[in-house]
């Protein structure tokens, strides 16, 4: 049996759904606002660079898509100059009573991490740029770890490849404390990167960490999921990573698209009956969502696992 399981009418959300001209939907980061599954999604627009779009649904897989976008890029301020070739791949959690975004912002100066809030997914506030260049993928805890707020993020560098680390904040604009974390194994589903997805879910185990990792191929290189379990109270302890892939790029939709054989993550609902929705972009291109058993993820991380480091 697949540990994920496909909903049956895939892709979920696609450029179609939008009311504004994109050439792309994917890379969604998803969240719980009330009754509703909020989905702030990513688009390309036919420039080339990206947007973020907002839809909504009741049940998790069916989504409208608003009117008009909900964050594009910066045209003043000090985000302009750091956000002029798109903003990317959003990923959301709520702290505290207020939503917190973390994006990727491209401009001719690299990719750095922006962070927007909003508490009622009617109106956005930027924050705080929260690295330097050459970041991507930053999730951040939805609890704090002895008063401090706790992020997974993804620096790149030749000599440690695109590896998982650990920063903590007191305010959310400061980072430190950093520390190496999880790194890519040789000769593996995820040798060449890996990267923070769905910004961890907490569970009686642990916290769950739904991951990618890259595989590179004389076709190019292959993105898949896959997942790691940290420590309830301090959460730069992993207590286990799954040696399994949990999803590969497998259906057309996956498969054939903007850039080919990617599932990607940027977010994942947990329900009260021990599953989580999770939530895909499909080859660069559209949404994808399907149901996984909490359980059986940390199984995979418990009993089936490889070495963090
Ligand atoms: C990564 C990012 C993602 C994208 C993936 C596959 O480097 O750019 O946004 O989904 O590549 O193209």
Not at 252 to 268: D, R
């Amino acid at each position: 049996m697949p540990l994920v399981k496909r909903y049956a009418n895939n892709p979920i959300l696609t450029k179609n759904d939008v009311p504004y001209e994109v050439a792309t939907v994917h890379n969604a980061g998803v969240t719980k606002y009330n009754n509703q599954y909020i989905m702030l999604f990513r688009s390309h627009k036919l420039n080339g660079r990206s947007i973020l779009g907002l839809a909504r649904s009741t049940d998790g897989y069916h989504f409208k898509v608003e009117e008009k976008p909900f964050l594009e890029p910066a045209t003043r301020g000090e985000f302009a100059e750091y956000e002029a070739f798109g903003v990317e791949d959003p990923r959301i959690t709520f702290i505290e009573g207020e939503y917190l975004i973390t994006y990727s912002a491209y401009s001719k100066h690299g990719v750095r991490i922006g962070l927007a809030k909003t508490k009622d997914w009617q109106t956005v506030e930027r924050v705080s740029l929260i690295t330097e260049a050459d970041y991507r993928n930053v999730v951040i805890f939805p609890e704090k770890f002895n008063g401090l707020y706790a992020r997974l993020d993804r620096p790149h560098s030749e000599i440690s490849p695109w590896s998982m680390w650990i920063s903590y904040s007191p305010d959310l604009k400061y980072w430190g404390k950093s520390k190496l974390i999880m790194k890519p194994e040789t000769y593996h589903w995820d040798e060449m990167k890996i990267g923070p997805g769905a910004p961890p879910i907490k569970t009686e185990k642990g916290w769950l960490n739904i991951y990618h990792g890259v595989f590179p191929t004389m076709d190019g290189s292959v993105y898949r999921l896959g997942v790691a379990l940290h420590d309830l109270n301090d959460p730069s302890k992993i207590l286990g990573v799954g040696d399994n892939w949990i999803l590969q790029p497998e259906e057309p939709y996956e498969i054939t698209g903007y850039v080919h054989n990617v599932v990607f993550t940027c977010g994942a609902v947990a329900e009260n009956n021990g599953t989580l929705k999770l939530y895909w972009g499909g080859a660069d291109s559209v949404m994808c969502a399907g149901t996984a058993n909490i359980s059986d993820l940390i199984d995979l991380c418990l009993n089936n696992s490889r070495k963090p480091l």
